[in-house]
């Protein structure tokens, strides 16, 4: 595919398409990122607005070291009832096309 460039700079690692999955990633890992790597990948100024919207017991003047281990924390304790967002993802697409044709 070749590199992807951002501001004129190559970067290290070229980004590949995978036929089957259709994501795009990079040529040492295959799938989608874990939610550690997606954490790590925030924005300071993310990390501190996300401590701030769930009221963490951390400074968020914190380092982004000790902002990310606490959200990752967070993100730990936190239970996903699959069958529960499905539905609700369903409904709010059910509003967003009814209201689009509107």
Known sequence: MGYKEHNGVHNALPLKRSRQNRNWTTPTREG?????????????SSLRKYVHAFDLDISPNSSKEDLTAAVQRHWSTQVIK??????NLAVAFRKNAANTRL
């Open 32 to 44: 989608p990122p874990t939610r550690l790597e997606l954490v790590a990948k925030l924005k300071v």
């Open 82 to 87: 699959e069958n529960e967002v499905l539905f």
